[in-house]
């Protein structure tokens, strides 16, 4: 029945002209047509003919302005974004701190929120979320609050439910075991690595209290806001990420050998070819020099993924493995060394780590701070990344 309501919608606009069309997630009708993979759609080929048709037929100025939205502009059909039709494309990105800060504002307003919160520091915390996450970060809170039978949400609601999104719900604590260990040995290395390196973000915290989705514990940044909002990272901070991310399976490998290493570190993995392969494709910061070989996009809107990765050679392809390689062994190289050379350190905050089961940044650092020079940059803001 697509095409006829279609038709109608229409038929009724005109008749209320001057009006507004809106049509949420066009892409649902608005793909590109003959590009499914399980064939086409008649119906919603027949749904996406007639929008068009539609478009096309107004004369001039018939007063209707429509306006459609999508988080995929990316497979929509290129016949939609003709003039005349959606000529014009407005990104609507992720807020920046002000607009979280006034997203929040809006949805607390129907809340009882403790006068000691304030969402300046939520705000603050909260980079990347959208409007959508902030709205559920907040009933999120107000949910932990009535089941702990507070009379209004605290910070410690709203961290909560911060580390829940992000991470994952709090499970029961492992009984003391190897396998404890072995996670305290790799979170420890991700958070040695963080509070050691010269460029990477601080240490909010580390802990090996499990959450849901499989993970046995985290260690969490204090997030680099400027950078994560901007999207210009720096040479330095993407190499000391890309080492820090793979401290975990360093101090594996340095404290069980090569044969006890787990696969908690799968993702890890991954995270680090993904920003060593942006260092070499995007950000020309490889000895392939400068040249952009994908685009921004490419990697998030998995319809164009395809396309992209054609666009360069089978040569170039092999160079561009070859360089992410490198960079990841000479990073793997530089994170045992730093595990290995601070082995005595290593042990005591795991053991530490294996009784408390959460360091915060600032404990960490202090016990760092007894067996070596903290670099300059280590100090506290709040907010926070995470590594499992
Ligand atoms: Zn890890």
Redesign the pocket.
């Given at each position: 029945m697509g095409a006829s309501r279609v038709r109608d919608l229409f038929k009724k606009a005109k008749e209320n002209a001057p009006c507004l069309i809106f049509i949420d997630e066009i892409d649902a009708v608005g793909r590109q047509r003959g590009a499914g993979i399980g064939g086409g759609n008649d119906e919603r080929e027949q749904t996406l003919n007639q929008l068009l048709t539609e478009m096309d037929g107004f004369e001039g100025n018939t007063g209707i302005i429509i306006i459609a939205a999508t988080n995929r502009p990316d497979v929509l059909d290129t016949a939609l974004l003709r003039p005349g039709r959606f000529d014009r494309q407005v990104i609507v990105d992720a807020p920046d701190r002000k607009g979280r800060l006034e997203i929040l504002t809006v949805h607390a307003r129907n809340k009882k929120i403790d006068p000691s919160v304030s969402l300046e520091v939520v705000a603050r915390r909260t980079p990347g979320f959208t409007g959508a996450d902030l709205a559920n970060l907040l009933n999120e809170a107000a949910i932990l609050t009535a089941r702990r039978r507070k009379e209004a949400i605290t910070q410690l609601e709203i961290d909560d439910a911060i580390d829940r999104l992000t991470i994952g719900l709090t499970l029961n604590p492992l009984l003391d075991s190897k396998k404890k260990r072995l996670i305290a040995y790799?979170?420890v290395?991700?958070a040695l690595l963080s509070t050691l390196l010269e460029n990477a973000d601080p240490l909010n915290k580390v802990t090996i209290i499990p959450r849901s989705g499989g993970v046995g514990g985290?260690?969490q940044q204090i997030l680099n806001e400027e950078m994560i909002d901007s999207g210009l990272y720096t040479k330095a901070w993407l190499y000391d990420n890309i080492t820090m991310?793979l401290?975990?399976?360093a101090a594996e490998v340095e404290v069980f050998g090569e044969s006890e290493v787990t696969g908690?570190?799968s993702?890890?993995l991954k995270v680090v070819t993904n920003l060593a392969r942006k260092m070499v494709t995007m950000y020309g910061m490889s000895d392939l020099g400068l040249v952009a070989l994908e685009n921004q996009s490419s990697d998030v809107f998995l319809g164009r993924d395809w396309m992209n990765r054609s666009e360069y050679s089978e040569e170039m392809a092999t160079k561009i493995d070859r360089q992410v390689r490198t960079m990841a062994v000479a990073c793997y190289r530089e994170a045992r060394r730093i595990i290995n050379e601070n082995r005595a350190l290593v042990d005591r905050l795991v053991d530490l780590l294996v009784e408390q089961e959460t360091i915060e940044g600032e404990q960490f650092r202090k016990i760092v701070a007894e067996y070596t020079q903290l670099p300059a940059k280590q100090q506290l803001v709040v907010s926070s990344s995470t590594?499992?």
């Open positions: 790799h979170e290395g991700h985290f260690s991310t401290g975990g399976k908690g570190a993702n890890d590594q499992s």
